[in-house]
């Protein structure tokens, strides 16, 4: 299974690799895309995974991604339906790649939220390239999809969250001012945690600290008989799992085996009403967004439409990401004099956008040397005996 998930990211940084060579193209590598009337209902197409371990993710990015597009779209005279794509992340990105091609097909699709994790951004890039389409994540954060010499996405895919070149560092130099001298790191088998791991891990060795590398296919649940190769000693365990499930479970058998290491999730695992062992760890690329007070009436609206869920870190990121491919179709239906000429228009006007109060606080612009946001961090939180996580770092 490892083997043949390795081949296929291996093909698509091949593919990857030909198209930097063709950079001087830009967007012009594919025929025009059939123009479409900006008066009519444009649709955004979501790919992420809604059912499965990491359903609870996809969800909240969803009802995020609804409630900006319901407040924002008719202040710039826009129409806009979404549609989702459903990527189970135990599917694999076989299912990534069907949903590029139903996106892709309807030719009122003029932009598209995510893929909301690293692996489906690999498997559907280059579709969505050649297609035109720009695809934001809200969530992707594998360092390869937007640097490097030989990038896994295309000049048509952006984040608004920063990817693990920050998070996996920060993550390891707090474990370091934690006093760790034994890590173990896992991975599951798949871009994003691999990405992540290899991050960390580089910065634990460069100063000095033990490792251990663990590799596990993602489908796993049961992790006792990986726990009784945690060291007695281990002070943490790097555990970027996409399941916050998977995280409590590992976290529960680690203290029914004794061990005293304490496990250090990633983004993935930040789901305070799945992953709440105390005194565990979680870094998330979003902050508290209530701390920011001109967040007050979008919190409000969203709890309004959204009664029976809880402020998350998830959710606010697909906000942001909604809010820049609303602004890029706007200014490309006014370029084009009322239609979307070419679906093009929408990924050459997204670099141009800058957001004053950005929902995840301050000015949001993009790098100019990337397609990543620029000047964004990191947030580690600390698991408390009530639940909470809170802000330590």
Not at 54 to 63: V, Y
Not at 327 to 355: E, F, P, T, W, Y
Request: aromatic fraction near 10%; include cysteine; glycine fraction near 8%.
């Amino acid at each position: 299974m490892k083997r043949r998930g390795m081949s296929a990211i291996a093909a698509v940084a091949v593919v990857a690799a030909a198209l930097a060579s063709t950079a001087s193209a830009g967007l012009t590598v594919a025929a025009k895309t059939q123009a479409v009337s900006c008066k009519s209902t444009l649709k955004i197409g979501f790919t992420a995974p809604f059912t499965g371990g990491a359903g609870f993710l996809g969800n909240e990015q969803l009802s995020w991604a609804k409630y900006a597009v319901k407040t924002l779209a008719p202040k710039y005279g826009l129409k806009i339906k979404i549609i989702t794509g459903d990527t189970p992340v135990e599917l694999g990105p076989a299912i990534a790649q069907t949903v590029a091609q139903k996106f892709i097909a309807d030719k009122t699709v003029v932009a598209v939220f995510g893929p909301s994790t690293s692996g489906n951004v690999v498997a559907s890039s280059k579709a969505f390239f050649d297609a035109g389409l720009a695809h934001i994540s809200a969530s992707a954060t594998r360092t390869a999809l937007t640097k490097g010499l030989t990038k896994s996405a295309t000049p048509a895919f952006f984040r608004v969250v920063p990817g693990d070149y920050i998070q996996g560092p920060h993550d390891a130099h707090f474990m370091i001012k934690k006093g760790a001298k034994n890590v173990v790191l896992f991975d599951f088998q798949e871009p994003y945690s691999q990405g992540l791991a290899d991050a960390a891990q580089l910065v634990l060795k460069a100063k000095g600290v033990s490792t251990t590398r663990l590799s596990v296919a993602n489908t796993v649940t049961d992790f006792s008989s990986f726990v009784t190769k945690v060291a007695s000693d281990a002070d943490f365990v790097f555990f970027p799992t996409q399941k916050p499930a998977d995280a409590q479970n590992f976290a529960q058998q680690l203290i029914e085996q004794g061990k005293k290491a304490k496990v250090f999730g990633a983004d993935g695992a930040n789901d305070s009403t799945a992953f709440k062992v105390a005194g565990s760890f979680v870094s998330n690329f979003a902050p508290d967004i209530s701390q920011f007070s001109y967040n007050k009436s979008i919190i409000d609206g969203w709890k309004k439409d959204n009664p029976k869920e809880t402020l998350g870190s998830f959710g606010p990121p697909a906000y942001l990401a909604a809010q820049v491919a609303l602004n890029a179709i706007k200014r490309a239906c006014d370029q084009g004099g009322g239609s979307i000429k070419d679906r093009r228009d929408v990924v050459r006007n997204i670099k141009r956008i800058l957001v004053k109060n950005s929902i995840l606080g301050g000015i949001f612009r993009f790098s100019t040397k990337s397609n990543d946001p620029l000047n964004a961090g990191f947030y580690i939180f600390e698991i408390q005996r009530d639940g909470r996580y809170k802000l330590v770092g």
